[in-house]
């Protein structure tokens, strides 16, 4: 009779157990293997936004190096959404020294020069 449970539980496992352990496994390393392609993904942009930052001047609007990345990214066969790209860019602006960055949009707008004579409220000096 032991034999006769032992048999079923084995029998069990194959026709049960087995299978569903295995969508596991095959889902555990699906999500694994899709991970990892993400941070390549991730790194490849990170560096094409870095690129583009490089070779476009420092006035050179963001659309134009958006075109630059997105294009660039196609060729090299990578789908990439916008939102992707502008992460990359706060990811790489995050990773600027603040000083780095002083030029760009810490600094407020520059004063007019007041009229001659005149001091920044307009009054005579």
Known sequence: MPSTVQSELIQWFIVVALPVLATIAFRAINLYAS???DERIRA????????AEQTFPAQAAGPVKLRYVAATASNRGLKVA???????????????PRSAMVGQALLPAAVPPSPAGRGAGGEAS
């Open 82 to 96: 916008p939102s992707d790209i502008e992460a990359a860019v706060f990811n790489l602006n995050a990773s600027k």
């Open 35 to 37: 991970r990892i392609n």
């Open 44 to 51: 490849a942009v990170l560096d094409l936004v870095a690129a």
